[in-house]
């Protein structure tokens, strides 16, 4: 495979990774993305995973562009406290700030973020990277994608209704924050998981194995 500079796009334009590789310097890149892509099971990062990833480089590229000297852990974490929709707005503000004060465009940075759609076009539009099979791994993280989906619509959805009620004087309640809480619970062992820790771990308590005579277990939000 050729490298992310001698690149020609298969449809005629340059994909967003693409453009933001060349304007950032991040050579190798594209490389590093199929490679991560395409190892073996153990070692393969998903979608999702690689655009968290090209996303905290983009940052890290940003942040010393304007004359930071970021540390790793600080990376991520402000990642994590731009992009984490269990983060408070509180703190969410806090991070933009900071990186407002050193010269950092936060609203162009978050319009740059790439999602996993994009990750995924450029891989296999772009560089043409093709994987054997879908793995378990990329199947459940789809499933979690389209949960967070949800869970995040049902929020903003949530939210919507609580500002409108206190506007008209209906309710009453101080700075409010929604939260979404999706579990799932086991009628045979009786244990109860968020929806993500249960289906990254793979399994509950009893694992399924205690024979039932209960249906399915229980999904609440």
Request: glycine letters at 8%; proline letters at 1%; hydrophobic letters at 30%.
């Amino acid at each position: 495979m050729s490298s992310d500079e001698s690149e020609t796009p298969r449809r005629g334009r340059r994909s967003k990774v693409q453009r933001l590789i060349d304007e950032y310097d991040l050579d190798g890149e594209g490389e590093r993305l199929e490679d991560l892509w395409t190892a073996n099971r153990e070692e393969r990062l998903s979608l999702r995973e690689l655009a968290d990833d090209f996303n905290r480089r983009l940052l890290r590229a940003v942040m010393v562009e304007v004359g930071m000297n970021p540390l790793d852990g600080e990376v991520a974490n402000t990642y994590r406290l731009l992009t984490d929709d269990d983060v408070s707005s509180g703190m969410q503000t806090q991070a933009r700030q900071t990186l407002e004060r050193e010269g950092v465009d936060v609203d162009d940075l978050q319009k740059n973020f790439v999602s996993h759609q994009a990750i995924h076009t450029y891989l296999t539009k772009y560089r043409g990277v093709t994987q054997d099979k879908q793995t378990d791994e990329d199947r459940i993280q789809k499933g979690l994608d389209t949960i967070q989906r949800l869970r995040s619509r049902t929020a903003a959805v949530s939210e919507n209704i609580v500002e409108n009620l206190v506007s008209t004087g209906r309710i009453h309640v101080g700075d409010f924050e929604v939260l979404v809480d999706v579990r799932v619970f086991c009628r045979d062992c009786g244990t109860q998981y968020d929806v993500q820790d249960l289906l990254e771990g793979g399994q509950c308590e009893c694992g399924g194995d205690i024979v039932s005579t209960g249906s399915e277990a229980d999904v609440s939000e």
